[in-house]
């Protein structure tokens, strides 16, 4: 089946440091991908929409400046959490979908990132 | 605006017997996808079963099958013979249609828990 991997899948780091995440789609061309965010026995919060060379789509509320999202190619998305503070600790996931055309397609998860700011 | 119910925070089941979870939805579209995905304690989300709006049966994966009611806007999951592996939290999730990027909206979940 499809294959999405997200790296790194932990990340522990200071007050102030940029973090970025990367997800890549191993075996198919994402042309949409899509970031999460997930609190602690919470839902999954969509954050932004991204498609392969253009700018992404960020939901309401989300910090655009904080949150940056590149989508280089149609395999690698990436979002930097950009000088992150101690309220940007989540757990963060990546999904991606193939080229349209199957109606039901489901969106392939990333296995996440778990990010703590001290 | 699209929304997704789910109102069983956590619910229990022996080992071996079936369970259902419950999941309505509003929207006012009349093309809509319907999707199930595993969240265990790891955090990965699994993909478990989709049903399309205009399906006229019941989606089935294996012990997982889709009680869709499109009338009472309803799309329950059935998990028969319930193992200890299926002890995580369920997500019901609702494609956005409209645009080319569907979108999911999910619900805040169902913690199931198998005993053994």
């Known amino acids: 089946g499809a294959v999405v991997s997200q790296h790194p899948s932990r990340v522990i780091c200071k007050s102030g440091t940029s973090v970025k995440i990367e997800c890549r789609s191993l075996d198919f061309q994402a042309t949409t991908m899509f970031w999460y965010r997930q609190f602690p026995k919470q839902s999954l919060m969509l954050m932004a929409t991204?498609?392969?060379?253009?700018?992404?789509?960020?939901e309401q509320g989300v910090e655009k400046d904080k949150f940056l999202i590149n989508h280089a190619s149609l395999t690698l998305s990436t979002l930097t959490v950009t000088s992150a503070h101690p309220e940007d600790s989540s757990f963060y996931i990546c999904s991606a979908r193939g080229f349209a055309g199957n109606y039901g397609q489901p969106q392939h998860f990333g296995d996440g990132t778990r990010l703590s700011i001290l | 605006a699209q929304k997704i119910t789910q109102t069983q925070p956590g619910m229990f089941v022996q080992e071996k017997e079936a369970v259902t979870l419950d999941c309505t939805y509003d929207t006012s579209d009349q093309s809509y996808g319907l999707f199930w995905y595993k969240q265990p304690s790891s955090g990965e989300m699994i993909f478990l079963i989709y049903?399309?709006?205009?399906?006229?049966q019941n989606a089935t994966e294996g012990r997982y099958s889709l009680n869709f009611q499109k009338a009472r806007k309803s799309a329950n999951l059935v998990i028969s013979a319930s193992q200890l592996g299926d002890s995580a939290m369920y997500f019901c999730?609702?494609?956005?249609?409209?645009?080319?990027?569907?979108?999911?909206?999910f619900g805040k979940g169902t913690l199931l828990t198998v005993n053994p």
């Open positions: 991204s498609n392969e060379g253009s700018k992404a789509t960020y």
């Open positions: 049903q399309g709006s205009y399906d006229e």
């Open positions: 999730a609702m494609r956005e249609i409209g645009g080319s990027n569907y979108k999911l909206t």
